[in-house]
């Protein structure tokens, strides 16, 4: 294992896979066999537009951090696994000394080091050297789908905690690609119980149906605000005004949809926005917001969530086998993030497979 294959981002739609050097561990690190990488939204963005907000590929960057795989080496100080484990690697880790990770919110390290963000490489490659901490072995029951799929199911976990769901709570996703899906199985297994999705897509609308949504809206015609008040309105008998779910989930990462979610809470309801706007200013009317004592919750990745979300897969309470729908080989990375990019009608997850 001297040397591996990476899939390599050199700018805009250029991707090559070339040979490079195997990295070599720290006594803290373990040496991973990639076997999977999920296809995450960020991969799209920076192969489709060479940033995302500030974060600029400016130089090579190997894309890819939702991964698992099989350890192959350990450092000297490495307990927690040992050759042959399978494990999902979580992709970021913090410097662990600062008030954020005192305070065990370590996603907001202001040094945290995260794969596939510029100018930190992923996992594109057939081997990762990792710290130990941030491996987790998995089951024998996941698959290795299962293990990559790990990092978008902690994102939908956190989203949850986020907003405070709690048993019996009304809850809408606005989004039913791969993160909202998860974020809705997330909210069924946190007790929720009127399950609300909405997309523009009636594939994905299928799939919340199956995976447990109560209530599915296209809202191509713009109406799901008005559908959504019509389902809970008479959960707590409130006037038009003050209807709205408990708690809604932006996860598409548009303008409309952050809107919409603001607006399709209760008074003293909250919004969790999981995904992100292309443009960093968004207009919201602020006024009814507050009026109404919305929260508003912004979340950045998650923190912990790695231990629960094998625990949920491995006790069969989210499916997230059936959510993987396509696969493409280490060599055939690019072709894997153009038709995650152009065909959200038919796709949800795209899986690199880095080896059989």
Not at 155 to 163: D, Q, T
Not at 164 to 173: I, N, S, T
Request: glycine letters at 10%; aromatic letters at 8%; hydrophobic letters at 45%.
């Amino acid at each position: 294992m001297d040397t591996m294959l990476c899939a390599v981002l050199y700018g805009v739609r250029d991707v090559r896979v070339e040979r490079f050097a195997a990295p070599n561990i720290q006594p803290d690190e373990v040496l991973v066999h990639v076997t999977r990488v999920g296809v995450c939204g960020s991969d799209v963005h920076y192969y489709t537009e060479g940033r995302i907000g500030d974060f600029v590929v400016d130089s090579p960057l190997v894309l890819g951090h939702e991964a698992a795989g099989v350890v192959v080496e350990v450092g000297s100080q490495v307990e927690r696994v040992q050759p042959g484990d399978r494990v999902a690697i979580e992709p970021g880790y913090p410097c662990r000394k600062c008030f954020y990770c005192k305070a065990g919110r370590y996603n907001l390290c202001p040094d945290v080091t995260f794969m596939a963000t510029p100018p930190v490489d992923g996992a594109f490659c057939e081997y990762v050297a990792w710290p130990q901490d941030f491996v987790f072995r998995l089951p024998e029951s996941m698959t290795d789908d299962e293990g990559a799929m790990m990092e978008p199911l902690s994102v939908g976990l956190w989203a949850v905690e986020r907003g405070g769901v709690r048993p019996g709570d009304a809850v809408a996703v606005f989004g039913s690609g791969p993160i909202g899906l998860l974020t809705l199985q997330a909210a069924r297994a946190a007790g929720a119980t009127t399950l609300i999705a909405v997309d523009v897509e009636d594939f994905r609308l299928e799939h919340a149906r199956r995976l447990g949504a109560t209530h599915t809206f296209n809202d191509r015609n713009g109406t799901a605000l008005r559908q959504i008040r019509q389902v809970v309105g008479p959960l707590r008998g409130l006037p038009e005004r003050y209807r709205g779910v408990d708690v809604a989930f932006e996860t598409a990462g548009s303008l409309i949809t952050t809107r919409n979610a603001v607006a399709a809470v209760r008074a003293g309801g909250v919004a969790v926005l999981v995904g992100l706007p292309p443009q960093s200013m968004v207009e919201l009317d602020l006024v009814s917001a507050a009026s109404r004592e919305v929260d508003i919750r912004g979340m950045f990745r998650y923190a912990n969530r790695y231990p629960p979300a094998i625990a949920l897969t491995e006790a069969g309470r989210v499916d997230l086998a059936s959510l993987v729908t396509h696969h493409f080989p280490l060599a055939e990375v690019e072709e894997a993030l153009v038709f995650a990019s152009e065909h959200k009608g038919e796709a949800l997850k795209v899986m690199v497979d880095v080896a059989p």
